[in-house]
Antibody, heavy 122, light 110 residues
Framework: QVTLRESGPALVKPTETLTLTCTFS??????????VSWIRQPPGKALEWLAR???????YYSTSLKTRLTISKDTSKNQVVLTMTNMDPVDTATYYC??????????????WGQGTLVTVSS | NFMLTQPHSVSESPGKTVTISCTRS????????VQWYQQRPGSSPTTVIY?????PSGVPDRFSGSIDSSSNSASLTISGLKTEDEADYYC?????????FGGGTKLTVL
């Protein structure tokens, strides 16, 4: 059974760095073709893809946010970490991690975490 | 970067058929797979169509996907609408360096 769970602070201040952890089970990021992505959704708005890391440790970032994002994995802990620097109130959103499999970037996000709401406010 | 444009909202009666479009702004819609996700209020998205036309196990065959190269768009069609189909629907595709979601379509079944 595949599960993913996001964890991190519910509240961050403007200009701070956000660190989110995705802890998963039911698959391994050392297995060929396995990938984990981060996606966010501001309240009442659309989904926005942020970043992806794959089994070979290849990393992809949203063009518009790449200067602020870093994604990494700890295969032994079954965790993927996303950091986002210089947080702003417009970054207030529910942040999801999700699994995909396949060699192409836009593979189906077949399992999602429940999401974690991050509010950016002073 | 390309964009995926969806209608903001659609509505239809139970038992009817509705089609939601997803138009790609640049690059061929046929060059990269399109996925469709359903998101009910307060829940995480789930896949209803993957790789343009494929349906995950457990998704009813009332859901179908298609690609139209002439309009550079993908479509999600839901037939025999049920009240439980009321949700937001998002298309998703990609290119060599980016994954893109459409703006979402709110389906109301009334």
């Amino acid at each position: 059974q595949v599960t993913l769970r996001e964890s991190g602070p519910a509240l961050v201040k403007p200009t701070e760095t956000l660190t989110l952890t995705c802890t998963f089970s039911g698959f391994s990021l050392s297995t060929s073709l396995m990938c984990v992505s981060w996606i966010r959704q501001p309240p009442g708005k659309a989904l926005e893809w942020l970043a992806r890391i794959d089994w070979e440790d290849d990393k992809y970032y949203s063009t518009s946010l790449k200067t602020r994002l870093t994604i990494s994995k700890d295969t032994s802990k079954n965790q993927v970490v996303l950091t986002m620097t210089n947080m702003d109130p417009v970054d207030t959103a529910t942040y999801y991690c999700a699994r995909s499999s396949g060699s192409y970037l836009g593979g189906t996000l077949d399992y999602w975490g429940q999401g974690t709401l991050v509010t950016v406010s002073s | 970067n390309f964009m995926l444009t969806q209608p903001h909202s659609v509505s239809e009666s139970p038992g009817k058929t509705v089609t939601i479009s997803c138009t790609r702004s640049s690059g061929s819609i046929a060059s990269n797979y399109v996925q469709w996700y359903q998101q009910r209020p307060g829940s995480s998205p789930t896949t209803v169509i993957y790789e343009d036309t494929q349906r995950p196990s457990g998704v009813p065959d009332r859901f179908s996907g298609s690609i139209d190269s002439s309009s550079n768009s993908a479509s999600l069609t839901i037939s025999g609408l049920k009240t439980e189909d009321e949700a937001d629907y998002y298309c998703q595709s990609y290119d060599s360096s980016n994954v893109v979601f459409g703006g979402g379509t709110k389906l109301t079944v009334l």
